[in-house]
């Protein structure tokens, strides 16, 4: 596996080394003794599988706060999106900044998340499918968002919005008193 550090510290871009031959290929996604390389020292304790139907949907940008936040690692199996991290680590010389990356069932590219991030995508085709992999299970008094066109994030999407869940539509802009997670 090929471990490309973000612009925003502790995130990757995860290339799997694919070997081919006259049956197809084959490619390792997850190995313990690789992803030490990247101090990651967590269990998954949950994995997601999510479908999204309508291309231009948009799904985010959840995070889960202490002491439930968690290391995410996502991967497209289907279609494509454009995946986008916020970094809301409390303290973070990158704090509020965000970093995208194109995950596709093509290119095989998946993003890792460190703790204190918000996480969320755009669904660039129909028929977009994601997998998650989690360092902590899901606890629904734990969770959080911020509101996806948050101006004063100005996440460039690439296309109109054509979908979004009241849930996430309803999550608030970042003020002056967010100091982080």
């Known amino acids: 596996m090929i471990f490309s550090p973000t612009p925003l510290s502790g995130s990757y871009i995860i290339e799997p080394e694919q ?17 030490s390389k990247i101090n990651h020292d967590k ?3 949950q994995m997601n599988h999510s479908f999204t139907a309508t ?3 948009v799904r ?10 968690e290391i995410k690692m996502i991967r497209c199996i289907a279609g494509t999106v454009l995946d ?4 809301l680590r409390k303290g973070s010389p990158t704090f509020l900044q965000w970093f995208t990356v194109e995950l596709s069932a093509q290119n095989k590219k998946m993003i890792y998340i460190p703790e204190g ?17 989690h360092s ?3 606890t629904p008094g734990a969770e959080g968002g911020i509101k996806y066109d948050d101006p004063s994030l100005n996440i460039s999407w690439p296309l109109p919005v054509s979908i979004i869940s009241d849930r996430d539509a ?3 802009y970042i003020d002056n008193n967010f100091k982080g997670i």
């Open 136 to 138: 902590e299970y899901y």
């Open 60 to 69: 985010g940008m959840h995070y889960q706060v202490a002491p439930y936040r």
């Open 170 to 172: 309803d999550h608030p």
């Open 19 to 35: 070997f081919t031959d006259s049956r197809g290929w084959f490619a390792r996604y997850f190995c313990k003794k690789e992803f």
């Open 117 to 133: 991030f918000a996480h969320g995508f755009q669904s660039l085709s129909d028929n977009a499918e994601l997998l998650y992999h």
């Open 55 to 57: 291309k231009a949907t």
């Open 84 to 87: 986008v991290i916020v970094d």
């Open 43 to 45: 269990e998954w304790v």
